[in-house]
């Protein structure tokens, strides 16, 4: 299994077909994302977001898409905006290859720590993260502003 990494550059996408091979595993965890998946991704690469995929063969088993940020709790940290695996590549290691790796690549940048959110009815992905020696650190409210 290979690290196959996605970014944009002067609003090109790079590796743009295994873009489109991943939309299906990240729309497993976002359905709610555009028809148009590729223009919104190249829109968020376009804020510094970069997106790794766990490659098997032709085949994406997971995706990571990810930013550095700073704020004044944390400095500087590696977020992870999404991390999924292919629901049927699930506990064969490919949630700890990119985990491993954004934890290698948050090293690099200078950052403080790796932190994600997860859905509390997300309870096998919690194991899984515990298990890395994650930790829940703070409880994360939101207010929409928008009316369904």
């Known amino acids: 299994m290979e690290i196959v990494k996605i970014t944009a550059t002067g609003g090109q ?7 489109l091979r991943a ?3 990240h729309r497993q ?26 490659a098997d063969g032709a085949k994406v088993a997971g995706i990571a898409v990810f930013r550095c940020i700073e704020n004044t709790h944390a400095g500087r940290k590696l977020y992870v905006d999404d991390l999924v695996t292919d629901e049927t590549q699930r506990s064969k290691g490919v949630g700890k ?36 020696h994650m930790a ?5 409210f939101t207010k929409p502003l928008v009316s369904s």
Do not use: N
């Open 13 to 19: 996408v790079i590796e743009a077909e295994w873009l």
């Open 23 to 25: 939309e299906i595993v």
């Open 29 to 54: 965890l976002r359905p709610q994302l555009p028809a148009d998946y590729a223009k919104r991704m190249a829109e968020i690469f376009a804020t510094g977001v970069e997106m790794w995929v766990a």
């Open 97 to 132: 290859l990119l985990l491993d790796g954004l934890t290698q690549e948050a090293r690099r940048g200078g950052c403080q720590s790796l932190e994600l959110d997860s859905g509390t009815q997300r309870t096998d992905a919690h194991r899984f993260y515990f298990r890395e």
């Open 136 to 140: 829940i650190r703070v409880f994360g």
